[in-house]
């Protein structure tokens, strides 16, 4: 269970990321219903300061000790270079070995790949450093297409918002659906942006700023146990078939038949994280006409079975 989480800070500190970190897991929301986590910002000297990318300095409360029995060890972006601090290394190696949960926000990876963290493993890192990281530490899988990458205990985002997808996603993996759309909400950020493994919807679909098709399509996504085809959302927003499908796809970057489809897989992912419905419940509540379609096109969104993902994500199962 999540409980406490420890932030390592480090000279060269980006304080966007690491306010990401701070805003997830520093906050005290109890009275929405979220527990209250044990936050540590902890760094090589506890009270000497830490200088941020935006030249401020940052005091770090507690030492590296500190993370030696957190069940989260966050690493916020920072200045990648070779050498850094041997004993922020050895802090991130014995909360790996210890079974410890792992999470880098965006060059934050180069840390875990320099402490040997991420050997064997799959990651990513900012699109912009992709390449340096696999160059680098030819040990590592390095993936730059995902948002991010859950390798069991280790999680290493992209860039900047990543993070923030990153870190909702671990606190939907550790606490449940509800909380972390709880804090979500209080961040004013759609819950759904998941992206890592392909386990997890991989490329998200962009909003829409087009007014029409946004009508359109919340008007969709509340009716997805009904028949849908390219010229009856064309005629809801006022449009011909061709001009509807040119548009849609100009706004969102996918077609109206595969937005739907992920629409429908989202909605069953859904219910099969909050309720103990049978997979033809869930397939017919989510659009999909029958548990065998919903199958199919789950695993090919998601990469797991209806099965395999309720066993993991549904608290009840």
Not at 77 to 104: K, M, Y
Not at 161 to 182: K, M, P, Q, T, Y
Not at 284 to 294: D, I, V
Request: charged share 25%.
């Amino acid at each position: 269970m999540l409980r406490s989480v420890g932030a390592v800070v480090v000279d060269g500190l980006s304080m966007f990321e690491f306010g990401i970190v701070c805003e997830v897991f520093g906050i005290d929301r109890t009275e929405d219903g979220v527990p209250n986590f044990d936050f540590r910002i902890c760094g090589a000297a506890p009270g000497r300061p830490v200088r941020t990318k935006l030249g401020l300095d940052l005091v770090p409360s507690f030492g590296l000790d500190a993370l030696d029995d957190v069940d989260l060890v966050a690493v916020p972006a920072t200045t990648i270079h070779r050498g850094q601090d041997p004993a922020v290394l050895d802090a991130l190696r014995r909360a790996d070995e210890r079974g410890a949960l792992l999470l880098s926000v965006c060059s934050g990876s180069f840390l875990l790949a320099e402490a040997g963290v991420l050997d064997g493993r799959r990651a990513t890192t900012h699109w912009m450093y992709t390449d340096k990281l696999a160059r680098e530490y030819p040990e590592i899988t390095v993936d730059p297409d995902v948002l991010f990458v859950d390798d069991g205990n280790v999680v290493t985002s992209a860039g900047t918002a990543a993070g923030i997808d990153a870190c909702l996603h671990l606190v939907r993996r550790e606490l449940g659906s509800e909380v972390a759309n709880i804090v979500a909400r209080r961040m004013v950020v759609p819950p759904q942006r998941e992206g890592g493994q392909r386990q997890f919807i991989p490329q998200p679909v962009p909003p829409c700023d087009d007014d029409s098709l946004r009508e359109v399509l919340e008007w969709a996504t509340q009716h997805l146990t009904e028949s849908h085809t390219v010229a009856s959302l064309a005629a809801r927003a006022f449009m011909s078939p061709r001009t509807f499908a040119r548009r849609f796809t100009a706004e969102t970057g996918t077609t109206p038949g595969r937005w739907l489809t992920t629409q429908r897989v989202l909605r069953a992912r859904h219910l099969l994280e909050t309720t103990e419905l049978d997979l033809e419940t869930v397939a017919r509540e989510s659009g999909f006409a029958t548990a065998a379609l919903l199958r199919h096109h789950f695993r090919n969104v998601v990469g797991n079975t209806p099965s395999g993902y309720r066993d993991a994500f549904c608290p009840a199962a």
